[in-house]
């Protein structure tokens, strides 16, 4: 069965600093990688996919498949970046998503 | 386009009590998903459904939850009877292919749900 790890909590850094949030995954398969987003009070939403390798507000993440990870990376971070961050995966072809447990994202002034 | 609707927003109920949840998907997602989020965790797959057909239920502890979508729109989700460890956030999500590529899911606001 799949499974999704993200092993920090939180990540509290100051405005301007580099953020990495840490994904990884099990997966036998070909999987495809996903990063969703929650803004306080806002539902949850997609952030990036891996297939698309597009840059969003900033953030990129790479599928590293011989580590197994999916790390989302921002070279500045903005207090607006404060939010749940959560790391999902579905088998390639299928839709169901495999959540890992989330990470709180506080960027200080 | 709207977004996904969820009923209620809040529900509290006492344990061995029955409740259900509504969701009604983005107008022509032919996939809708439910979904249990439990306080400090991902959100964790309970079923999904292609159309009105259910396509994975293998989450779903079925002596007491049970899901429908009559006529492939609109779903509920039901718990009959709760349990104190049923408290979390009930998500229902709808998604479709675009030009055969999918995009990933579009999310509604939840429904909490406190089991006392």
């Known amino acids: 069965a799949q499974r999704v790890t993200q092993p920090e909590k939180l990540l509290s850094v100051f405005k301007g600093a580099p953020v990495e949030l840490k994904c990884n995954y099990s997966y036998s398969g070909s999987p495809e990688l996903f990063w969703y987003v929650q803004y306080s009070r806002q539902r949850l939403q997609l952030l990036l996919r891996?297939?698309s390798r597009e840059s969003i507000k900033g953030f990129t993440a790479d599928l590293n498949k011989g580590e197994t990870s999916f790390h989302l990376k921002k070279p500045f971070a903005q207090e607006e970046d404060s939010a749940m961050y959560y790391c999902?995966?579905?088998?390639?072809?299928?839709?169901?998503?495999?959540f890992g447990s989330g990470t709180r994202l506080q960027v200080q002034p | 386009e709207a977004g996904v609707a969820q009923s209620p927003r809040y529900k509290i109920i006492e344990k061995r009590q029955s409740v259900a949840f509504w969701c009604n998907p983005i107008?022509?997602?032919?996939?809708l998903y439910w979904y249990q989020q439990i306080l400090g965790q991902g959100p964790k797959l309970l079923i999904q459904f292609q159309n009105n057909g259910v396509v994975d239920d293998s989450q779903l502890p079925k002596d007491r939850f049970s899901a429908e979508r009559l006529k492939g729109v609109d779903s509920t989700l039901k718990i009959q009877p709760a349990k104190l460890e049923d408290s979390a956030v009930y998500l229902c999500?709808?998604?479709?292919?675009?030009?055969?590529?999918?995009?990933?899911?579009?999310f509604g606001s939840g429904t909490r749900l406190t089991v006392v």
């Open positions: 891996h297939i």
């Open positions: 999500a709808s998604s479709q292919l675009r030009q055969g590529v999918f995009y990933g899911y579009t």
């Open positions: 999902a995966l579905s088998k390639m072809g299928r839709r169901a998503l495999t």
């Open positions: 107008s022509g997602h032919a996939t």
